[in-house]
C-alpha cells in the first residue's frame, strides 16, 4: 500500500521561512513529488526529487531521505501569494501519483 | 511542455442527468490519463487510471457504472458522470505524464455542481 503523510496546517508571516514535512510509505519508491495548489486551481508542480539530499529552485528548495521516507519543502522569503496548499506525492506502480492530504499554508503580513 | 486541456471548467446538471467532461492532451500522446477528485478543503483523490484502447482500472470504492471513463484516442479521455447526485458535485482534474520529462501534467479542472 501507499500512505503520505504531511500537516494539515501551517502558518507564517512574510518574508519567514517555512518547512513542510512529509513522511512517506511506498511499495517501490519512484521519486518524490511537490506541488502547490491555489483554491479551485490545478495543482503546479514544484519539485520532483528521486536521489537524497537537497535540490534548490528559487525560493523554493526540496530535500528527500529514501532511508527515512522523509521528504520536506522548504519555503523561504515567504510572500503573500505562497499562500496555497501544498501537496507532497509519489507515483504507484502503476504511475499514477497519490496525493498526501495537503498542507494549507497561510501567509499573514 | 505537455499541455492538458479539460473541458468544461465549470458545469451545472440537475439530479438524475449525465455530464461529461473531456481531457485532452494536446502536444503529447498519452496512452494512459488519471482522473482525480477533490473535495473542498481536501486533496486530490484518485479515481481511476485510463488506458487508451482498454479498459479504465479503477480505485477502490469508486463506482465503475456512475463514473464511465472512454479513452478512445491517444489524444483523448473522458469522464461522464452518469445520473448525477448532488454529492458527486466537486472538482474533477485530469492528469497524464508528460513523455518528454516524465512530469505530470495536469488538466485545469472541472467544477461540477448538481441541483
Known amino acids: 500500500g501507499q500512505n503520505i503523510d504531511q500537516p494539515t496546517e501551517m502558518t507564517a508571516t512574510e518574508g519567514a521561512i517555512v518547512q513542510i514535512n512529509c513522511t512517506y510509505q511506498?511499495?517501490?519508491?519512484?521519486?518524490l513529488f511537490w506541488y502547490q495548489q491555489h483554491a479551485g486551481e490545478a495543482p503546479t508542480f514544484l519539485s520532483y526529487?528521486?536521489?537524497?539530499g537537497l535540490e534548490e529552485k528559487g525560493r523554493f528548495s526540496s530535500f528527500l531521505s529514501r532511508s527515512k521516507g522523509y521528504s520536506y519543502l522548504l519555503l523561504k522569503e515567504l510572500q503573500m501569494k505562497d499562500s496555497a496548499s501544498y501537496l507532497c506525492?509519489?507515483?504507484?506502480?502503476?504511475?499514477?501519483?497519490?496525493f498526501g492530504k495537503g498542507t494549507t499554508l497561510s501567509v499573514s503580513s | 511542455g505537455a499541455v492538458v486541456s479539460q473541458h468544461p471548467s465549470w458545469v451545472i446538471c440537475k439530479s438524475g442527468t449525465s455530464v461529461k467532461i473531456e481531457c485532452r492532451s494536446l502536444?503529447?500522446?498519452?496512452?494512459?490519463m488519471f482522473w482525480y477528485r477533490q473535495f473542498p478543503k481536501q486533496s486530490l483523490m484518485l479515481m481511476a487510471t485510463?488506458?487508451?484502447?482498454?479498459?479504465?482500472?479503477?480505485e477502490q470504492g469508486v463506482e465503475k457504472d456512475k463514473f464511465l471513463i472512454n479513452h478512445a484516442s491517444l489524444t483523448l479521455s473522458t469522464l461522464t458522470v452518469t445520473s448525477a447526485h448532488p454529492e458527486d458535485s466537486s472538482f474533477y482534474i485530469c492528469?497524464?505524464?508528460?513523455?518528454?520529462?516524465?512530469?505530470?501534467?495536469f488538466g485545469s479542472g472541472t467544477r461540477l455542481t448538481v441541483v
Open positions: 492528469s497524464a505524464r508528460d513523455p518528454m520529462t516524465n512530469g505530470y501534467t
Open positions: 511506498t511499495s517501490g519508491f519512484n521519486g
Open positions: 526529487n528521486v536521489l537524497d
Open positions: 506525492a509519489a507515483p504507484t506502480a502503476g504511475t499514477a501519483l497519490i
Open positions: 502536444d503529447f500522446q498519452a496512452t494512459t
Open positions: 485510463s488506458n487508451e484502447g482498454s479498459k479504465a482500472t479503477y
